[in-house]
């Protein structure tokens, strides 16, 4: 098929496919670790301000909300295609739960890491450097 036809063999596509979703998924609690998420620090520039800290940390806490409720409704789905045995549609018909357990694998990481990062709000503080760099 590759040579002859010049196409792939289904598998592929199918595990790139599953790659990519993994990675989605993954790439959130990394962003946060290294503080590559989107941030618009306008109004509250100096991050030495116990009122920068409160922002930083409702910001962090929306996303611990968000990543409670991804992670439960993701947990569900995977368990009912695991005990159900869902496939997927394809000629190579892959297991769903390998792909509906990176929904609640990846919040779950981006959750502890948004509590891990609210710990370091208060304790240690937000970085300098962050704001010297321009990063944000």
Known sequence: MR???????IW???T???MQIWA???AGGFALKHREMIVIDVAFRNPDTVLRKFVETFALLV???FC???AKYGFDLWLKATLKGHTT???LGTPKWLTHASIWIGFGLLLVQAIAEIVKVWT????????MDGSH
């Open 3 to 9: 040579y002859v036809f010049t196409a792939p063999t």
């Open 16 to 18: 790139a496919r599953i």
């Open 124 to 131: 240690i503080g937000i970085p300098q450097k962050d704001i």
């Open 68 to 70: 409670l409720v991804a």
């Open 24 to 26: 989605a998924y993954l």
């Open 63 to 65: 996303i611990v909300v």
């Open 89 to 91: 549609d394809s000629y």
């Open 12 to 14: 592929v596509d199918e």
